[in-house]
């Protein structure tokens, strides 16, 4: 069983809709969560990151958090065909803080169609 | 977020050839790591550059193959040595900030070996 694990998609959505993407993972350990987007030919950009087990919100995203499922989710509000990339869920076990490192998902390719 | 830049930004290489990648950050960091990204893939950790002493490599990667410096706090090198055409990929830096638990990626340094 991989440590992160994400539905490669790729995923189709028309414009406006919500978009939502979904990472499981491993260790329970892992206390610290990242979502990062990855357009075509470009390095990967930090867009969200949860700790708390909950919801978090930032304009059109919004990441849900459930340790006890082992669960991470990016929802994505009204999309835009400029949010089509691959996004890379991320996990880091240990504290915020801590010097542990990132175990990457696989990606999952979002298009968003006009 | 910390500002990353990376030379070379892209190389075309010689088989039996080595080639070094820089990795500045405009601030102090306390992590740096060195990934690779190969056509379609999700990112592979090569190693964490430890500021003035051995980097520590994962698992298939080797310090012969990968030698890695980092003098200070804001520099690192990765040095890709006797490449084949199997070493084509993106590399790329990514550091974590002081006081911060959130991780960045350079521009990265694309390479084909022919």
């Known amino acids: 069983q991989k440590e992160v694990e994400q539905n490669s998609g790729p995923l189709s959505v028309p414009e406006g809709a919500i978009a939502s993407l979904n990472c499981t993972y491993s260790d329970r350990g892992s206390q610290s969560f990242f979502w990062y987007r990855q357009y075509s030919g470009k390095s990967p950009e930090l867009i969200m990151f949860i700790y708390s087990n909950g919801d978090k919100e930032d304009g059109r995203f919004t990441a849900q958090l459930n340790k006890a499922s082992q669960y991470v989710s990016l929802l994505i509000r009204d999309s835009q065909p400029s949010d089509s990339a691959t996004y890379l869920c991320?996990?880091?076990?240990?504290?915020?803080?801590?010097?542990?490192?990132?175990?990457f998902g696989s990606g999952t390719q979002l298009t968003v169609l006009p | 977020s910390a500002v990353i830049s990376q030379k070379p930004s892209r190389d075309i290489c010689q088989r039996g050839t080595s080639l070094t990648i820089q990795c500045q950050v405009d601030?102090?960091?306390?992590?740096m790591f060195w990934y690779r990204q190969q056509p379609g893939q999700s990112l592979t950790l090569i190693a964490t550059a430890n500021q003035g002493s051995e980097a520590t490599y994962e698992s298939g990667f080797v310090i012969d193959k990968f030698p890695i410096s980092r003098p200070n706090l804001t520099f690192s090198t990765l040095t890709v040595s006797n490449m084949s055409p199997e070493d084509s990929s993106i590399y790329l830096c990514?550091?974590?900030?002081?006081?911060?638990?959130?991780?960045?990626f350079g521009p990265g340094t694309r390479l084909t070996v022919l």
């Open positions: 991320a996990v880091k076990g240990g504290p915020p803080g801590s010097a542990r490192q990132l175990t």
């Open positions: 601030s102090q960091v306390t992590m």
């Open positions: 990514s550091v974590v900030g002081l006081a911060s638990n959130e991780q960045f």
